[in-house]
């Protein structure tokens, strides 16, 4: 098992940016892809990006272009960077470790 702590979130407004941050702890040798989901109000919890240990990256089409995934394996390390935000975006984003590796969430909140 992985113990995952995401930070980061907050309120911006549209257009601004946000950095979050996934501090992984555990297991870690098992480790190859990790991945950000999010959720919104009413809403299922949607894919948002994912990486692997060899720089393979997936990003949801709504963010291609605005947000960029990274990850420090040395230091346990994962980070989405959120450009150009929009109001739409608001949601508590989660860190995992696929499939049953979950972090509490961080509230992401855009303003218009």
């Known amino acids: 098992q992985v113990h995952l702590v995401e930070s980061g979130g907050g309120l911006v407004q549209a257009g601004g940016s946000l950095r979050l941050s996934c501090a992984a702890s555990g297991r870690m040798f098992s480790i190859n892809a990790m991945a950000w989901y999010r959720q919104a109000p009413g809403k299922q919890r949607e894919s948002v990006t994912s990486?692997?240990?060899?720089?393979?990256?997936y990003y949801t089409d709504s963010v291609k272009g605005r947000f960029t995934v990274s990850r420090d394996d040395a230091n346990n390390m994962m980070y989405l960077q959120m450009n150009s935000l929009k109001p739409e975006d608001t949601a508590v984003y989660y860190c995992s470790v696929p499939p049953n590796s979950w972090g509490q969430g961080t509230q992401v909140t855009v303003s218009s």
């Open positions: 990486i692997t240990r060899t720089g393979t990256i």
